[in-house]
């Protein structure tokens, strides 16, 4: 049966920190009567129910890969794949009311997601290259790029810590009024909830 | 029926084959009512949509964006790609050309739900002599075995292509349609003083053998300089025009300075359309996409 209202969460890390923010945000918002929806890499292409919300593997079929932008990049078809899954056989497209993205990585994996579905992206973001680097490699470089078009894609950016809320602030000049912070995964269920209240 | 084209090249950014390839079947499939949006890369002072009929070119940003190595600043033009198709409706084709744009098509396959068919015009493996040496040349090999594994056909233009396929990405033999690369002998008419274009390049008592394509190894420039050179040790009358860009260029150029033979070759880079023409008009021997052709010539 179609549920009335989703949330579609993208993230390319589901365990570490990353991870465990994954989980607890979507408990949160699950507890709060929503419907969501977590797409992440995984060895095999199941959906697995925990805790009200709804696990979507996605199987990654490019496994030799140079660095982290071409495996990421490389899975948007797999992602492609487990969205046209999601939204022909379970969810009706239009329910979705809001993605979430977790990190550059889950950004630029979400941005498809807006584009396919025309719905609101939120992205979450715990650390920016220049607080995870010090190096000035072409790779990092790179990062940070796909950092700066991912946020500016977004519709709404809540760093998960004070350092990422200035970062992100200072070094991508986001605007203010596009810039939230959320400490707690109660934080991020209530910017979630105001956002998706908000005409 | 609505068609979506996905080429790195399109004219006028011409790296190789393919641009002449998807732009002679483009305009085919427009003259034949079918409707074509080529998505391609931009290219200096050229408009980024042009509208005909039945015929629309999109061309996205290739730059703007940094890249740490060649995949990832495919794989961002892609993104690119799968924004701009995103835009179109009512598609019920894709078509993709090569790895550069199979995560596009891959992508496109699943989003549109609609058939991906791919023109695999060579492979990695193929290009490496059958050894993948580094990452980059593996993950390409991995990209070219998803795009004929999702594609519904793959279309190659040899037969030797399709045992590539068969041999190196598995490709089932029925999957496989061969249509070798077409020559269109109306695209120009040309009012040549042959003897004027061929004094350009030889003298009146020489002939002219001439090969075109990338200097890279595929494509076996060496093979026609090695046979050339063995040649030369026979007979002087002969001139060799090599007309294409890459990076066995000047090693070539310096072999052929080392053997002494230097007055004897043109190594002309890139010309433009109208003296490529000339150059077939006036040559003896032409040696096209495979160098090989050059010692059965």
Redo the contacts between chains.
């Keep these: 049966m179609w549920c009335e209202l989703l949330i579609l969460a993208v993230t390319w890390h589901i365990d570490g920190t990353i991870g465990s923010l994954v989980r607890e945000d979507s408990k949160e918002l699950a507890n709060r009567g929503y419907d969501v929806a977590v797409l992440h890499p995984w060895h095999d292409d199941v959906s697995v129910r925990e805790g009200g919300v709804m696990y979507r593997h996605v199987a990654i ?7 982290i ?2 495996s990421v ?2 899975a ?2 797999d992602f ?2 487990a ?2 899954e999601l939204f ?1 056989e379970r969810y009706d497209p239009s329910h979705v009311k809001l993605i979430i993205s977790y990190e550059w990585t889950g950004s ?1 994996l979400g941005s ?1 997601a807006k ?2 579905l025309g719905r609101p992206l939120i992205t979450s973001i715990y650390s920016v290259e220049s607080m995870r680097s010090n190096e000035k ?3 990092s ?2 990062i ?3 950092e700066m ?1 991912f946020l500016h894609y977004s519709d709404l950016i809540v760093a998960r810590s004070g350092e990422a809320y200035a970062r992100v602030l200072a070094e991508y000049r986001v605007p203010n009024d596009k810039a939230k912070m959320a400490l707690s995964s109660r934080d991020m269920a209530s910017i979630v909830m105001e956002v998706l209240e908000s005409p | 029926m609505k068609l979506l084209m996905l080429s790195w090249e399109y004219p006028p950014r011409i790296v190789g084959g393919l641009a002449r390839h998807v732009y002679w079947l483009s305009k085919a499939l427009a003259q034949r009512g079918v409707e074509v949006t080529v998505i391609t890369l931009d290219y200096p002072e050229t408009p980024g949509l042009e509208q005909g009929r039945n015929l629309k070119i999109v061309r996205v940003a290739s730059h703007g ?5 060649f ?2 600043w495919v ?2 033009f ?2 690119n790609m ?2 701009a198709a ?1 835009e179109e409706e009512d598609v019920s084709l894709i078509h993709a050309h090569d790895w550069l744009t ?2 596009a098509g ?6 549109l ?1 609609k058939p991906l068919i791919a023109t695999i015009h060579s492979t990695e493996r193929g290009r490496r002599r059958g050894v993948l040496h580094d ?2 040349q ?2 390409i ?3 070219e075995w ?1 795009l004929a594994y ?1 594609s519904w056909r793959v279309i190659v233009c040899s037969n030797y292509m399709k045992s590539e396929l068969m041999r190196f990405l598995g490709v089932p033999e029925d999957k496989i349609s061969v249509i070798p690369n077409g020559i269109n002998p109306f695209e120009v008419k040309l009012q040549l003083d042959v003897r004027r274009v061929k004094r350009r390049y030889a003298e009146d008592w020489e002939k002219v053998v001439l090969f075109v394509g990338r200097m890279v190894y595929e494509k076996g420039p060496h093979v026609f300089v090695d046979a050339a050179l063995s040649l030369l040790s026979r007979r002087q009358d002969v001139k060799f025009v090599l007309v294409g860009e890459g990076p066995m260029r000047k090693s070539l150029m310096d072999k052929v300075y080392r053997s002494g033979f230097w007055h004897k070759f043109y190594f002309t880079g890139f010309v433009e359309d109208i003296e490529l023409y000339e150059l077939y008009e006036v040559c003896d021997v032409a040696s096209g996409v495979i160098g090989r052709l050059l010692l059965v010539a």
């Design positions: 079929t490019i496994k030799d890969n140079i660095n932008v071409t990049m490389a948007l078809g492609a794949r969205m046209s022909h630029l498809l584009k396919f490699s072409l790779l470089l790179n940070h790029g796909l078009r | 964006f940094t890249s740490s190595d995949a990832s794989h961002q892609n993104l799968i924004e995103l199979a995560t891959i992508t496109l396959k699943h989003l739900r990452p980059l593996r993950h090999h991995e990209v998803w999702e």
